[in-house]
């Protein structure tokens, strides 16, 4: 059976729910699935990686100890581990960390890279994505003796496959070649990240100011969803530019997608049109985001949004009382 | 100090995406310099202009058209440019071997400048390949860029709004995202200037690169379908907002 190395997000202390998707993106019956975990909690998620399909757990520490966060020991280890256990192919997430780790693997390795797929074969080493700002979906051959793929965030659905896994721990030397990790900050706007929500609520140009961006993080709160700009909202420096989404924003696949006072421009749809559900809500009927959507309220945003936070709030009450949540 | 710029030409987004055969699109279209390229532009105008005696040289690889890239960047304040001409559509590992080429054949830079990911390909990797190519610490996603003495000090977009803060040793490549600076858009005399300015041109199959052992091959281009039916919901704003509960609920699942 070939292996497949998967590497494993944790965020504060959690498994990302987002991981599970790259393990079923992973997942069929000639191969066997090696999760790669960095941060010394390989022991920790054993059941849950177990309860996915994961049957080894590749802990991975450096003779010191943990590994501290720095993108190139991480890679390096990573490429131990690799060679180490004979697997020439690894799966991440396009999130900001894959991002920094497997072009870096990539570019060690001389293995060919596709970033961001949306559809994956691994034995004919062929994949989905998008190009041209998602206008375009190419299907695209990787050829190499080693291959790295990242996986769109919730582009697969987690499918639970219990199995039995064992935790391998896995030494390599502390490595640091003149990149330094100094410190990491933590801005503002700290909240859900847009690459791991289910709900995003966005905002435009509609919003107005800085301040009324309020109204969407109060429904954000109740939901727990993440709130997003168009790119008129971080130029006006409404919001920060990390809350962008579109072509030169983060790109996203929530479940749903709410649009408030955003006219739905190419750039902004490239953003997150593989969203499941779109919603928008503007108060002119012919704009564009209303012809490619699910649904939308011809309406004023600042009636709507706190309306739908009210009555949710109650929804979300009751169910607490209840005990159905 | 040498600086160098990759900038690439690509199609402009608002550009129509029209399929050709089974994987090429009609290129009679308008191609931009790459945006996030601008902020790398941009950046190493500004170093040059912060440490003085210094040089700035774009270079790209593409088709002849992408000498139109390169005059913009030089209206943005790069001193010449280089342009490595080839006619097929170049995989990020030839593009970063031909860059890796002809930046040795120029001199090596201290800072070699990208942009962090092409709006065409989105491949997030050429900056990470030409750094390793050229034995050179690399960052990307950089929102925040100072020199000191032989280090850089980087800060890094993160998840949710985290930056962490990078210190390396120079020489360096750096992929620039939207945060670093306002791109200033070139005055009049400016362009008029980048007209004159060198552009040298060189032969890909000139740099005489070895073929790599991986590569990576667009076997198919579609269209997107992204046909969605468009439902308005329509009533009294409490109506409005019970039915779009009702959808998130039922049809979402997300309450
Ligand atoms: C190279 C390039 C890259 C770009 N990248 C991005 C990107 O990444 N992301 C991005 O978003 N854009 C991007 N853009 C910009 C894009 O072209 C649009 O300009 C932008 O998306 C428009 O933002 P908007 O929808 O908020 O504003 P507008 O287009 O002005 O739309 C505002 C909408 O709000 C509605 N509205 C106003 N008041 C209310 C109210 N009270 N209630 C309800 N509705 C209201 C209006 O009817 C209108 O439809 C890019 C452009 C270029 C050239
Ligand atoms: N053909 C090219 N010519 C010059 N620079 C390029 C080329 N392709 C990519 N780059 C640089 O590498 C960055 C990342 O590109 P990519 O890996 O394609 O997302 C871009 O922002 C450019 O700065």
């Not at chain 1, 309020?214 to 909202?233: H, K, P, Y």
């Not at chain 2, 960047?73 to 995989?91: E, H, P, V």
Request: hydrophobic residues 40%.
């Amino acid at each position: 059976m070939e292996k497949i190395g998967i590497l494993i997000e944790i965020k504060d202390g959690e498994l990302k729910k987002t991981n599970f998707g790259v393990i079923a993106a992973a997942r069929d019956d000639c191969h066997e699935l090696y999760a790669f975990l960095l941060d010394g909690s390989g022991a920790e998620f054993k059941s849950h990686l177990a309860y996915y399909g994961v049957q080894k757990i590749i802990d991975i520490s450096s003779t010191e100890g943990p590994l501290e966060w720095n993108p190139v020991s991480w890679s390096i280890a990573i490429i131990h581990a690799m060679e180490h256990l004979g697997i020439n192919t690894l799966l991440g997430l396009t999130s900001s960390q894959g991002k920094e780790l497997l072009p870096r693997i990539a570019a060690y390795l001389d293995a060919p890279l596709v970033m961001d797929c949306t559809d994956i074969n691994l034995t004919e080493h062929t994949v989905n994505k998008s190009q041209f700002s998602g206008k375009t979906i190419a299907t695209i051959k990787a050829n190499g003796l080693s291959y790295i793929y990242g996986i769109r965030p919730n582009a697969f659905e987690e499918k639970p496959a219990p199995c039995e896994a064992e935790v391998i721990p896995y030494q390599t030397g502390p490595e640091s070649e003149g990149l330094i990790v100094k410190e990491i900050k933590q801005g503002a706007s700290k909240g859900i990240d847009l690459s791991e929500a289910d709900i995003i609520i966005s905002g435009g140009r509609g919003m107005k100011s800085s301040e009324n961006f309020r109204i969407l993080f109060e429904f954000a709160d109740v939901i727990g969803a993440a709130v997003g700009a168009s790119r008129v909202a971080v130029d006006a420096e409404w919001v920060p530019y990390s809350m962008q989404v579109g072509q030169t924003g983060a790109t996203v696949s929530p479940k749903v997608y709410i649009a408030c006072g955003i006219s739905g421009s190419v750039q902004h749809f490239a953003g997150m049109k593989t969203s499941g559900l779109i919603v928008a809500v503007n108060t002119d009927p012919e704009a564009n985001i209303t012809k490619n959507c699910d649904y939308y309220i011809v309406s004023d945003l600042f009636e709507i949004v706190p309306i739908l936070t009210r009555q949710i709030k109650e929804i979300v009450g009751e169910d607490q009382l209840t005990g159905t949540k | 100090m040498k600086i160098c710029v990759c900038v690439k030409h690509v199609p402009d987004s608002a550009a129509k995406i029209t399929i050709k055969g089974k994987n090429q699109f009609d290129e009679s279209i308008n191609f931009i310099l790459n945006p996030y390229d601008e902020h790398a532009v941009e950046e190493a105008v500004r170093v040059k202009k912060q440490v003085g005696d210094s040089e700035v040289i774009a270079v790209s690889v593409g088709k002849k058209d992408a000498i139109n890239t390169l005059r913009s960047a030089l209206a943005m304040g790069a001193d010449r440019a280089i342009l490595i001409k080839t006619n097929i559509r170049a995989d990020s590992v030839i593009t970063s071997r031909a860059l890796k080429a002809a930046i040795g054949q120029d001199g090596k830079p201290d800072i070699i400048f990208t942009g962090k990911a092409s709006i065409d390909n989105e491949g997030f990797q050429t900056m990470y390949r030409l750094a390793a190519a050229l034995n050179m610490s690399v960052a990307s996603n950089v929102i925040a860029f100072s020199l000191d003495q032989e280090r850089v000090l980087v800060e890094c977009e993160m998840e949710a709004d985290a930056r962490g803060i990078i210190d390396m040793p120079l020489p360096c490549v750096i992929g620039t995202s939207k945060g670093l600076n306002k791109p200033s858009y070139p005055t009049l005399p400016a362009i008029m200037k980048a007209k004159k300015k060198e552009v040298k041109i060189i032969d890909l199959e000139s740099l005489a690169i070895e073929k790599p052992m991986s590569s990576i091959e667009i076997l198919e281009l579609k269209p997107a379908v992204e046909e969605r039916s468009s439902k308005e919901l329509k009533g009294q704003p409490e109506e409005v907002v019970m039915q779009l509960i009702r959808v998130l609920r039922e049809e979402a699942k997300v309450l």
